[in-house]
Structure formats: C-alpha cells, structure tokens
C-alpha cells in the first residue's frame, strides 16, 4: 500500500485483515458432513442449486479495499470467482417467472447472516462470489468456500459462507440479524456515500462503533485460537 494513499472518508487504514464481524457470529462452526449448496429462490424451478454451474462462468480477478462500517479498512485484496452479473444473467434470470421483475438481491450465508442489495447494485461492476482470496481457496475466516465481494459496499453486505440467494420485490422481505437493530444497516451501503446505516449522521455512527471494534476483535481471536486447538 502507498503511503500516500488516503482511505475514504472516516475509515483508517490496518495491517492485519482478520475475521470480524458481529459478535454473535464469532462462534459459527459449518456443517462439514453436508455438501455446499449455492441455493436460489424465487425461480420457477425448486431448490435451484447453482454451485455446480459456477465453473462454467468466466473467471474474474480483481484487487480492491476491503472497508468495514465500523470505520477500518484494509488494502488490496486480490479476489478471484466469478461476476454476480453473470451469475444473475446466466443461471439465475433464466428460471424467472414470466413477468418477474425482482428489485431486490437477499444474500444469506450458513451462519445465518442475511442482508440485501438493489438489484442495480448487485449487478454492478466488481461485485461477484468469490472462491479464492490472494491467490489461494479462501480461508475459513474470510468466508470459505463462497462468499459475495462487494468492494464499493462496507463489509456487512459483503456476505461470508454464502450459501443462498434470494430474489425480492422489496425490501422488507428479509429479517436483519437480531440482536443488531436495523437501524445499523443502509439498504445500499455504499462507502463513496458513507451509508453507515438509517436515519443517523455517518460520524455518529462511527461513534457507536468506536467501543465495540476492539472488544470484538480480540473475541474473535479467542475462538479462532479455540478453534485451532480443537
């Protein structure tokens, strides 16, 4: 990273990209006994799992800023996979139902973290499901074996394990992790915006944040040190 790069507004730069995320996430172990599955509902075919596909689709590579909400970033991260574009595009619009304009993209993983994007968002330029990150099969940590790769969108709608995609007319057809208020998620979430969340100024966000990220930060590093020892 060049010493002259400056991050975007309200974030600050680290050195050492770990697992973090919330709290209640921290514990989440997978299921290695059943075979993944890249679920899509909201198709006329039932249980449309896509993972098998992916293969076929061009292979992206991209190097980008990871950007958490609560104000840290890290440098270039090199990702490859595929474009969600031509995941939606390829394998998924084709199983639409006739007249079904969805304008919402629900992306869950199998720690049952949920969020969304627009649909415009989602199908915009470097967004994608990545399976490899800086050269190798993404790590445990950082979301493996698939995750969504959102660089122009803060971390929370950059969705590790994802393990189901869900298409939706609004919004409101999908539940935010309890315990976090969905005042702490923006519908969009774009960083050039600050999209912190609702309602709030995003330097009071960054406020509320504050005592949380190091707290969080070592329990996460606690149960990764468990789970090593395991």
Request: glycine share 6%.
């Amino acid at each position: 990273m060049s010493d002259k790069r400056q991050p975007p507004h309200g974030q600050r730069y680290i050195t050492h990209f770990e697992r973090f995320g919330l709290p209640t996430f921290a514990f989440y172990k997978p299921d290695e006994s059943k075979p993944w599955q890249l679920t899509v509902k909201g198709t006329t075919a039932a249980n449309l799992d896509i993972k098998p596909q992916l293969a076929a689709l061009p292979r992206q590579h991209q190097t980008a800023d990871f950007h958490c909400v609560t104000s840290w970033s890290y440098a270039d991260v090199s990702w490859a996979g595929v474009a969600f574009a031509d995941v939606y595009n390829q394998l998924i619009k084709p199983h639409l139902p006739e007249g079904n304009s969805p304008n919402i993209v629900v992306f869950r993983g199998d720690d049952s973290y949920v969020t969304s994007l627009p649909l415009e968002d989602a199908l915009a330029d470097g967004v994608m499901i990545a399976d490899e990150m800086n050269g190798a099969p993404i790590h445990f940590d950082h979301g493996a074996p698939l995750r969504l790769v959102a660089p122009k969108h803060y971390g929370y709608k950059n969705v590790k394990h994802l393990r189901t995609i869900e298409l939706a007319d609004s919004e409101g057809a999908y539940t935010f992790p309890k315990p976090w208020p969905r005042l702490m998620e923006h519908p969009r979430g774009r960083v050039d915006y600050q999209e912190r969340g609702r309602h709030l100024p995003p330097w009071l966000f960054r406020w509320l944040y504050l005592p949380i990220v190091w707290p969080t930060r070592l329990l996460f590093r606690q149960v990764a040190k468990g789970r090593r020892s395991d």
